[in-house]
């Protein structure tokens, strides 16, 4: 299939070239037996793409999409077989007959050797339930730890958390398979353990990680530097050495403030691997509606030194490190359906979480800021395209 174009709200025109993505989803292993290839791996998987890109999120909707095209995609695709692949078939493939991670690293590198490289330094974990796979009368479904670039709202790696392990022992094996020399990995308090500290030390990268009960004792150590030197008459201690940024936005109907303070700390208080610096995060929130105000503070500590960041950068990759909720959850939650889309088996649903991520990256990639507005441009010019194989 040809090439297609595609202009965002800045009128700038970026190209989606469908038969180059064809040629990456040839060297995806097919798993099937002989007997039971009816169609080409490389075409229903660029199918189903092409219908999800388009608004189709569920398999059943998926199906019929292709039905509906299925000469001009047989045309396009130059495959003999002129019936189109049943919503059987499809979940079949899904779950049996490709390995996701292997599906996701040709995605993912797709994207960034088609529309630049890795750019960014930050890379943020965080974990999501698949809420669409939680049994009837169970509370637990399919769960996927991801290594994620916030900055270019692209999804490196995922892994299932197994049922008999959490995220905080999962993370090491997502962190192994990941390049992190000159990287930043970036985490809530759940991850902020000395062994993953030592893990990215070891493989060349640096950790930012935030404070809170889960390590009370780090939690009370790292607060100790933002506590005023005691004043006494005939004596005085100055205060350590601090640096402090601050931003103000709105967003979400709120006036929010953040106020970043950094402290290294240069006489190695804070027993903890290869810890540097400490910072303080102060958030003030006021409801424009309301004019409510809300006020939280939360602490982090830093494997980078004063000369790799300073505490403007610090609040910019803090900042980053929150916009994955509205980045990528949930835009695969609530635009892409992910939620509400019902799947039995654990490799269909990590193929479609795959199938999600490759959809908000491209996006990205493509200028677009709003998930929604780039389907129905998707679905207009792959619709026109493919008036060309009538």
Avoid at 29 to 37: F, P, V
Wanted: net charge neutral; proline share 4%.
């Amino acid at each position: 299939m040809k090439h297609i174009t595609f202009t965002n709200e800045q009128s700038e025109h970026f190209v989606f070239d469908m038969g180059q993505l064809l040629e990456r989803l040839a060297k995806v292993t097919d798993l099937r037996n002989a007997k039971g290839k009816r169609y080409p791996l490389p075409i229903v998987l660029a199918s189903i793409l092409l219908a999800k890109l388009c608004g189709e999120q569920k398999p059943t909707g998926i199906t019929e999409w292709i039905k509906l095209r299925r000469k001009q995609l047989m045309t396009a695709f130059q495959c003999q077989r002129q019936t189109a692949p049943s919503l059987n078939t499809i979940r079949r493939i899904m779950e049996d007959a490709i390995i996701a991670e292997e599906m996701h690293q040709i995605l993912r590198s797709f994207l960034h050797q088609e529309y630049g490289g890795q750019q960014s330094v930050l890379i943020v974990l965080d974990g999501k339930t698949m809420r669409g796979t939680i049994p009837k009368g169970e509370t637990r479904g399919i769960h996927l730890l991801a290594a994620y670039l916030p900055e270019e709202g692209i999804v490196l790696l995922q892994v299932v958390v197994d049922s008999k392990e959490n995220e905080v022992s999962a993370a090491p094996r997502l962190v192994e398979k990941l390049d992190l020399r000159q990287r930043v990995v970036c985490g809530d308090a759940l991850f902020t353990q000395r062994d993953l500290s030592v893990q990215i030390i070891a493989q060349g990268g640096d950790y930012i990680w935030f404070v809170k009960d889960n390590q009370p004792q780090l939690g009370a150590d790292v607060e100790q530097f933002f506590v005023p030197p005691r004043k006494a008459q005939g004596w005085h201690i100055e205060p350590l050495p601090q640096e402090t940024a601050q931003t103000t936005g709105k967003a979400h109907g709120r006036l929010e403030q953040r106020t970043l303070t950094l402290i290294s700390d240069e006489t190695q208080f804070v027993e903890w691997p290869g810890l540097r610096q400490v910072f303080r995060l102060e958030r003030r929130a006021v409801s424009c509606r309301t004019g409510e105000c809300t006020r939280e503070t939360v602490y982090g500590i830093t494997s980078l030194s004063p000369e790799q960041v300073d505490a403007r950068q610090m609040l910019q990759w803090t900042q980053s490190y929150w916009g994955i909720e509205n980045g990528l959850h949930y835009r695969r939650d609530t635009t892409l359906q992910e939620d509400s889309t019902r799947m039995s088996g654990k490799n269909q649903a990590e193929v479609m979480a795959t199938f999600n991520n490759f959809i908000v990256g491209l996006a990205n990639k493509l200028g677009f800021t709003n998930l929604a507005s780039a389907q129905r441009v998707f679905d207009a010019k792959v619709n026109i395209a493919l008036l060309d194989y009538l």
